[in-house]
Protein backbone atom coordinates (compact mmCIF):
# COMPACT_ATOMS: atom_id res chain seq x y z
CA UNK A 1 0.00 0.00 0.00
CA UNK A 2 1.04 3.78 -0.34
CA UNK A 3 3.33 4.89 2.40
CA UNK A 4 1.85 8.39 4.09
CA UNK A 5 3.73 10.74 6.38
CA UNK A 6 1.93 13.73 8.65
CA UNK A 7 3.95 16.77 9.89
CA UNK A 8 3.74 17.28 12.79
CA UNK A 9 2.95 14.71 14.32
CA UNK A 10 1.90 17.09 17.62
CA UNK A 11 1.97 20.61 17.84
CA UNK A 12 0.58 22.69 21.16
CA UNK A 13 -0.37 26.04 20.11
CA UNK A 14 -2.18 29.27 21.60
CA UNK A 15 -5.74 29.87 20.96
CA UNK A 16 -5.70 32.57 18.60
CA UNK A 17 -3.29 31.15 16.52
CA UNK A 18 -2.76 29.08 13.43
CA UNK A 19 -1.00 25.36 12.86
CA UNK A 20 -0.44 23.77 9.52
CA UNK A 21 -0.58 19.92 9.09
CA UNK A 22 1.34 18.79 6.25
CA UNK A 23 0.30 15.35 4.55
CA UNK A 24 2.29 14.02 2.22
CA UNK A 25 2.36 10.33 -0.40
CA UNK A 26 5.83 9.38 -0.33
CA UNK A 27 5.79 6.89 -2.35
CA UNK A 28 2.10 7.42 -4.28
CA UNK A 29 1.01 10.05 -6.69
CA UNK A 30 -2.23 11.30 -5.01
CA UNK A 31 -4.80 12.65 -6.78
CA UNK A 32 -7.33 12.48 -4.30
CA UNK A 33 -6.49 12.57 -0.32
CA UNK A 34 -9.14 12.91 2.47
CA UNK A 35 -8.34 14.87 5.95
CA UNK A 36 -10.73 13.14 9.20
CA UNK A 37 -10.49 14.30 12.75
CA UNK A 38 -11.03 11.69 15.34
CA UNK A 39 -11.49 12.19 19.05
CA UNK A 40 -10.62 10.10 22.05
CA UNK A 41 -12.57 6.84 21.55
CA UNK A 42 -14.99 7.99 18.86
CA UNK A 43 -15.16 7.23 14.99
CA UNK A 44 -12.79 9.10 12.56
CA UNK A 45 -15.04 11.69 11.13
CA UNK A 46 -14.38 13.19 7.57
CA UNK A 47 -13.68 16.73 7.45
CA UNK A 48 -13.01 16.93 3.54
CA UNK A 49 -11.92 15.37 0.14
CA UNK A 50 -8.69 17.19 -1.25
CA UNK A 51 -8.42 16.93 -4.87
CA UNK A 52 -4.78 18.18 -6.39
CA UNK A 53 -5.33 21.34 -8.56
CA UNK A 54 -8.98 21.95 -7.10
CA UNK A 55 -10.71 23.16 -4.88
CA UNK A 56 -11.30 20.62 -1.44
CA UNK A 57 -15.04 19.59 -0.93
CA UNK A 58 -16.31 19.63 2.64
CA UNK A 59 -18.44 17.65 4.57
CA UNK A 60 -21.59 19.09 5.76
CA UNK A 61 -21.12 21.37 9.38
CA UNK A 62 -17.01 21.60 8.59
CA UNK A 63 -16.16 25.52 8.18
CA UNK A 64 -14.26 25.72 5.39
CA UNK A 65 -13.21 29.09 6.31
CA UNK A 66 -11.33 27.44 9.70
CA UNK A 67 -9.85 24.58 8.22
CA UNK A 68 -8.43 25.42 4.71
CA UNK A 69 -7.25 22.60 2.60
CA UNK A 70 -4.76 22.86 -0.36
CA UNK A 71 -3.30 20.32 -2.48
CA UNK A 72 -0.84 21.81 -4.73
CA UNK A 73 0.59 18.87 -5.92
CA UNK A 74 -0.25 14.55 -5.78
CA UNK A 75 2.09 14.43 -2.91
CA UNK A 76 1.49 16.79 -0.54
CA UNK A 77 -1.70 18.20 0.88
CA UNK A 78 -2.24 20.61 3.66
CA UNK A 79 -4.56 21.62 6.46
CA UNK A 80 -4.78 24.85 7.94
CA UNK A 81 -6.57 25.23 11.20
CA UNK A 82 -6.87 29.06 11.40
CA UNK A 83 -7.95 30.79 14.54
CA UNK A 84 -7.31 27.61 16.69
CA UNK A 85 -9.59 27.15 19.45
CA UNK A 86 -9.69 24.89 22.39
CA UNK A 87 -12.61 23.11 20.56
CA UNK A 88 -10.69 22.17 17.96
CA UNK A 89 -8.39 20.44 19.54
CA UNK A 90 -7.94 17.01 18.40
CA UNK A 91 -6.49 14.02 16.56
CA UNK A 92 -6.69 14.78 12.66
CA UNK A 93 -5.58 11.78 10.05
CA UNK A 94 -5.26 12.40 6.43
CA UNK A 95 -5.10 9.80 3.61
CA UNK A 96 -4.11 9.01 0.25
CA UNK A 97 -6.87 7.33 -1.91
CA UNK A 98 -4.84 4.49 -4.29
CA UNK A 99 -7.90 4.09 -7.18
CA UNK A 100 -6.50 1.33 -8.93
CA UNK A 101 -6.99 -0.28 -5.86
CA UNK A 102 -10.24 1.82 -4.29
CA UNK A 103 -8.56 1.58 -0.97
CA UNK A 104 -7.71 4.43 1.34
CA UNK A 105 -4.20 4.72 3.33
CA UNK A 106 -3.86 6.40 6.35
CA UNK A 107 -1.12 9.16 7.30
CA UNK A 108 -0.15 8.26 11.30
CA UNK A 109 -2.17 11.68 12.66
CA UNK A 110 -1.83 14.59 13.91
CA UNK A 111 -2.18 15.66 17.70
CA UNK A 112 -3.29 19.04 18.11
CA UNK A 113 -3.74 20.54 21.74
CA UNK A 114 -4.90 24.30 21.91
CA UNK A 115 -4.63 26.06 24.60
CA UNK B 1 -27.80 7.82 5.78
CA UNK B 2 -24.95 5.32 5.45
CA UNK B 3 -24.51 3.92 9.41
CA UNK B 4 -21.83 1.55 10.84
CA UNK B 5 -22.51 0.08 13.96
CA UNK B 6 -19.84 -2.19 15.88
CA UNK B 7 -20.15 -4.70 18.40
CA UNK B 8 -18.88 -5.20 21.22
CA UNK B 9 -17.01 -1.53 22.20
CA UNK B 10 -14.80 -3.66 24.23
CA UNK B 11 -13.33 -7.31 24.28
CA UNK B 12 -10.86 -8.90 26.19
CA UNK B 13 -9.55 -12.43 25.41
CA UNK B 14 -6.52 -14.41 26.49
CA UNK B 15 -3.78 -15.57 24.39
CA UNK B 16 -5.53 -18.40 21.91
CA UNK B 17 -8.55 -17.55 22.35
CA UNK B 18 -10.60 -17.20 19.23
CA UNK B 19 -13.53 -14.49 19.06
CA UNK B 20 -15.64 -12.77 16.65
CA UNK B 21 -16.33 -8.74 16.29
CA UNK B 22 -19.05 -7.66 14.33
CA UNK B 23 -19.94 -4.89 11.84
CA UNK B 24 -23.19 -3.93 10.94
CA UNK B 25 -23.92 -1.63 8.32
CA UNK B 26 -26.80 0.59 6.52
CA UNK B 27 -25.87 1.70 3.38
CA UNK B 28 -27.76 2.53 -0.01
CA UNK B 29 -25.64 0.72 -1.83
CA UNK B 30 -22.33 -0.78 -0.77
CA UNK B 31 -19.39 0.13 -3.25
CA UNK B 32 -17.08 -1.91 -0.48
CA UNK B 33 -16.80 -2.84 3.22
CA UNK B 34 -13.13 -2.40 4.91
CA UNK B 35 -11.46 -3.08 7.98
CA UNK B 36 -9.21 -1.55 9.94
CA UNK B 37 -6.61 -1.98 12.59
CA UNK B 38 -5.58 1.00 14.93
CA UNK B 39 -2.94 1.21 17.49
CA UNK B 40 -3.16 4.29 20.45
CA UNK B 41 -1.83 7.43 18.60
CA UNK B 42 -1.40 5.96 14.68
CA UNK B 43 -3.38 6.08 12.05
CA UNK B 44 -5.44 2.75 11.00
CA UNK B 45 -3.61 0.36 8.79
CA UNK B 46 -5.20 -1.15 6.45
CA UNK B 47 -6.36 -5.12 7.03
CA UNK B 48 -9.30 -6.29 4.11
CA UNK B 49 -11.73 -5.01 1.55
CA UNK B 50 -14.94 -7.09 0.43
CA UNK B 51 -17.30 -6.19 -2.31
CA UNK B 52 -19.49 -8.57 -1.87
CA UNK B 53 -22.00 -11.34 0.16
CA UNK B 54 -20.06 -14.50 0.56
CA UNK B 55 -16.93 -12.62 0.18
CA UNK B 56 -14.28 -14.02 2.65
CA UNK B 57 -10.60 -12.82 2.55
CA UNK B 58 -7.33 -14.23 5.36
CA UNK B 59 -4.48 -12.68 6.55
CA UNK B 60 -2.72 -14.17 9.20
CA UNK B 61 -4.88 -15.08 12.34
CA UNK B 62 -7.47 -12.47 10.54
CA UNK B 63 -10.15 -13.68 8.32
CA UNK B 64 -13.28 -11.25 7.15
CA UNK B 65 -16.38 -12.34 5.68
CA UNK B 66 -19.11 -10.39 4.60
CA UNK B 67 -23.18 -10.95 4.12
CA UNK B 68 -25.92 -8.47 2.97
CA UNK B 69 -26.28 -6.78 6.51
CA UNK B 70 -22.23 -7.47 8.35
CA UNK B 71 -19.65 -8.36 8.52
CA UNK B 72 -17.17 -10.62 10.70
CA UNK B 73 -13.87 -10.02 12.03
CA UNK B 74 -12.65 -13.33 13.35
CA UNK B 75 -9.61 -13.91 15.11
CA UNK B 76 -8.35 -16.99 15.77
CA UNK B 77 -5.91 -17.43 18.42
CA UNK B 78 -4.66 -14.09 19.42
CA UNK B 79 -1.31 -12.43 20.17
CA UNK B 80 -1.06 -9.82 22.39
CA UNK B 81 0.21 -8.10 19.65
CA UNK B 82 -3.41 -8.46 18.00
CA UNK B 83 -4.32 -5.67 21.16
CA UNK B 84 -5.63 -2.76 18.92
CA UNK B 85 -8.98 -1.03 17.81
CA UNK B 86 -10.67 -2.66 15.10
CA UNK B 87 -12.17 0.09 12.56
CA UNK B 88 -15.32 -0.89 10.11
CA UNK B 89 -15.91 0.95 7.17
CA UNK B 90 -18.41 0.94 4.31
CA UNK B 91 -18.09 2.89 1.08
CA UNK B 92 -21.35 3.64 -0.51
CA UNK B 93 -22.04 3.77 -4.22
CA UNK B 94 -21.77 7.36 -6.01
CA UNK B 95 -20.44 8.36 -2.62
CA UNK B 96 -16.50 9.73 -4.30
CA UNK B 97 -14.55 6.74 -2.27
CA UNK B 98 -15.38 8.46 0.69
CA UNK B 99 -16.01 5.98 3.79
CA UNK B 100 -18.11 6.16 6.60
CA UNK B 101 -16.95 4.52 10.07
CA UNK B 102 -17.47 2.86 12.83
CA UNK B 103 -16.27 3.68 16.35
CA UNK B 104 -14.44 0.46 16.59
CA UNK B 105 -13.89 -2.41 19.13
CA UNK B 106 -11.01 -2.16 21.13
CA UNK B 107 -9.31 -5.73 21.69
CA UNK B 108 -6.97 -6.76 24.36
CA UNK B 109 -5.46 -9.78 23.87
CA UNK B 110 -3.84 -10.76 27.60
CA UNK B 111 -1.42 -13.82 28.21
Known amino acids: GAVVSQHPSRVICKSGTSVKIECRSL??????MFWYRQFPKKSLMLMAT?????????EQGVEKDKFLINHASLTLSTLTVTSAHPEDSSFYIC???????????FGPGTRLTVL | EDQVTQSPEALRLQEGESSSLNCSYT??????LFWYRQDPGKGPEFLFT???AGEEKEKERLKATLTKKESFLHITAPKPEDSATYLC????????????FGTGTRLQVTL
Open chain 1, 27 to 32: DFQATT
Open chain 2, 89 to 100: AVQATGTASKLT
Open chain 1, 95 to 105: SVLAFSYNEQF
Open chain 2, 27 to 32: VSGLRG
Open chain 1, 50 to 58: SNEGSKATY
Open chain 2, 50 to 52: LYS
